[in-house]
């Protein structure tokens, strides 16, 4: 598999085996015999090259946030490199039986390989097990279904390493202030993925016992929820050392209400990866600071992992025959130290 821009090659995480998947599992590596002949079952690994066409079937939400948006278009760019895929896109939807249904479409095609981000993984499990059923391999984006049966792949991002990452930058910027205070601004709190930030970001702050989390306001990934969540906060706690703030589209309301109040005495870290936030990290005028991937940059990477199967090919750099069953993203942190390195994959 080409090189992908993901925050760190040495971010990715494994899986050890492919699950429930053992018909789409043909390709591998390559791997030389003694007399150095080609094994009688070796298949090279997936590259630039043109191969066999693969017709890939992409199903999202609505890109109704800069995120998913961002998502559509790294699978479209990706696709649009290799002149051996067709990208069968659908216009995407955030209700469930309408997905189901764009995907249903999808296999009805026999699309060679499938990469579906559910609006909802619990309720899109029967179609990718459809799907599986129907002899097409599904690469799960993200939310993942609610059985390992219903994919063939996995890739998405690191909730709780977010967190953890954003906990441990805020603690060794704080580690030499007595009494340091910091506020949380969450994401929607019924939603597992916040619930894990939120985690993470806990335990970091333990290995800072100067570090105290005095407040917590959940948002809803709105510019307007970031806006009056942050004043809210703002408004309660005369005095704070940090915030971190789990999504970037909502830290542009964030830094508004922060505006507004005239407070420049903390830091702040975000989340995602929004253009907007690395360039007010270059720019280093405000109390933006740092940003914490979760990089939609995945889609790219379900893309090469969706043609590697197509073609019966394996993932270069492993020693393994078959594509991993699961590929965790790694969630750098972005700062001015590094933030010319990450510009490229901001998304608006």
């Known amino acids: 598999m080409p090189e992908t821009p993901f925050a760190s090659r040495r971010g990715l995480l494994f899986g050890a085996a492919a699950v429930s998947a053992g018909a789409f599992v043909t390709g591998c590596t390559n791997n030389e015999s003694s007399d150095d002949k080609p094994a009688a079952n070796d298949r090279p690994a997936a590259d630039d090259k043109p191969g066999k066409p693969v017709t890939i079937g992409f199903a999202g939400p609505q890109a109704d946030h800069g995120w998913l948006n961002a998502i559509n278009d790294n699978a479209k760019k990706r696709a649009e490199k290799y002149s051996d895929v067709t990208l069968e896109i659908t216009e995407g939807s955030n209700d469930t039986a309408q997905q189901i249904g764009q995907i249903e479409t999808l296999i009805n095609k026999k699309v060679d390989v499938l990469v579906i981000l559910p609006a909802d993984g619990k309720a899109l499990t029967q179609v990718g097990l459809k799907a599986m059923r129907a002899g097409i391999p599904v690469v799960n984006l993200d939310r993942i279904f609610n059985t390992p049966q219903a994919y063939r792949c996995w890739v998405g991002g690191d909730n709780y390493g977010m967190g953890l990452n954003a906990g441990h930058y805020i603690g060794e910027k704080l580690k030499g202030k007595a009494d340091a205070k910091v506020v949380e601004l969450a994401g ?112 790219a990477s379900a893309i090469d992992l969706a043609r590697a199967l197509g073609q019966d090919k394996g993932v270069g750099g492993l020693a393994e025959f078959e594509i991993p069953s699961s590929v965790t993203c790694y969630s750098a942190v972005v700062d001015k130290e590094n933030v010319d390195q990450y510009m490229p994959t901001g998304f608006k």
């Open 188 to 299: 929607l709190d019924n939603l597992e993925l916040t619930k894990q930030r939120t985690q993470g970001f806990d335990d970091a702050l333990k290995n800072y016992p100067n570090i105290k989390k005095v407040a917590r306001q959940a948002a809803e990934f709105t510019v307007e929820s970031g806006q009056a969540k942050t004043a809210q906060l703002l408004q309660a706690q005369s005095r704070i050392d940090a915030l971190w703030n789990h999504d970037d589209d909502q830290g542009v309301g964030a830094l508004r209400a922060i505006e507004q109040a005239g407070r420049d005495e903390f830091l702040m870290v975000g989340g995602a990866g929004a253009l907007a936030a690395f360039e007010a990290i270059k720019a280093d005028r405000g109390v933006l600071k740092a940003t914490v991937l979760y990089p939609p940059t995945m889609a």
